[in-house]
């Protein structure tokens, strides 16, 4: 049986219908979007999974968005359509996705700060996201792909890279010869943490709970690795760095890791976190943190202008995302529980060809 003539165009898609569950996450046709002047439709061809296509998955609470909604924050893919008045790029380009769109006007955006803009819309959260085979976005939203990549590792550079250049480069400011202490190696935040700070020629203690990830992590390049389901972690920081402590601890666990992360700190030390997996209140231990005079910075994603330095310096230091697992996209809940489940080492990547 045909559509009807009149019928707009759709695509495949996995989408949410609710919240709460794997049933509420569908596989099947959405609309195919129609790029508006100054926007591009790019054909995606892989999207990652992150920690907060999970959490829209079973809540999307405080994150304004309607349903259905497309998932997935992150993709990489080939421009199929320009829309009115867009230049400087072309169809057939290969490309990489900033995940937010900005409204271009406000304070933060009129000072090159989007990433801090007050209607930030994120794919997969604020509007339809990756997990599709189409998607429209602002021309300025593309980026070209590097060399020689495949679309799975272009794809995880633009959320979980991005993420962890922020925080070591802007926000903790990370030198070379500091060491940096990395909690709970395996995920993509914490893996592309451990990439950039040995690029940046930090020396990088990790933790993890499982002694194989932290084998894993010792062969990529890792200088110490502290097994935090049988040792104390700030103990073990004291011994691998002659009892001084770190420069900076990057952190996205939370709660359970909060109190060992301040004492792993230096004095004068630099903390930021752009995670809580474990809980978001956990004890502030304020005379800590005055009398040894530490630094918290709070981070999540970048700006676009950090998004193409990063893209440099990944060319030039040779880093290239990890990949845990490869899903097609009919396996979506699939890839959803190996994210779940805690146990990948590196992106899982779903394939929307
Ligand atoms: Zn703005």
Not at 292 to 298: A, F, T, V
Request: net charge neutral; with cysteine; hydrophobic share 40%.
């Amino acid at each position: 049986m045909s559509a009807p003539a009149h019928a707009a165009p759709s695509m495949q898609a996995v989408y949410l219908t609710g919240h709460g569950g794997n049933e509420v996450v569908c596989v099947g046709p959405r609309p195919c979007p129609e790029p508006a002047a100054g926007e591009v439709r790019v054909r995606l061809h892989t999207a990652t999974l992150n920690r907060v296509d999970l959490y829209m998955r079973e809540s999307g609470a405080g994150i304004t968005h309607t349903l259905p909604q497309t998932m997935g924050i992150d993709g990489a893919g080939v421009v199929d359509a320009l829309g009115a008045g867009v230049s400087g790029c072309a169809v057939g380009q290969r490309v990489l996705l900033y995940p937010g769109v900005t409204c271009g006007q406000c304070e933060f955006c009129r000072r090159g700060q989007e990433v801090l803009c007050t209607s930030m819309q994120l794919l997969g959260e604020h509007r339809d996201g990756t997990l599709a085979e189409f998607i429209t976005v602002p021309a300025r939203n593309v980026l070209p792909m590097p060399e020689g990549w495949a679309f799975e590792e272009a794809a995880a550079l633009g959320v979980n890279h991005l993420t962890a250049w922020r925080m070591l480069r802007t926000q903790a400011r990370l030198q070379p010869g500091e060491t940096v202490l990395i909690f709970g190696i395996g995920g993509g935040v914490s893996l592309a943490g451990l990439q950039l700070a040995k690029a940046m020629g930090a020396r990088t203690i990790v933790t993890s709970r499982e002694p194989a990830k932290l084998e894993r992590a010792l062969a990529l390049g890792a200088d110490a690795a502290i097994c935090s389901a049988t040792e104390d972690v700030a103990q073990a920081v004291m011994r691998l760095t002659d009892r001084r402590g770190v420069d900076v601890v990057f952190e996205n666990v939370g709660a359970a890791v909060w109190g060992s992360a301040l004492k792993s700190l230096v004095r004068g030390g630099r903390i930021v976190t752009c995670g809580a997996t474990t809980g978001d209140q956990p004890g502030a231990d304020l005379r800590r943190v005055f009398i040894r005079q530490l630094q918290i910075y709070g981070s999540t994603l970048g700006n676009l202008s950090e998004l193409q330095e990063l893209l440099a310096f990944c060319s030039q230091h040779g880093v290239r995302p990890l990949i845990d697992s490869r899903y097609p996209m009919a396996q979506a809940h699939a890839a959803l529980d190996r994210l779940a489940s805690g146990q990948q080492f590196g992106k899982v990547a779903v394939s929307l060809v």
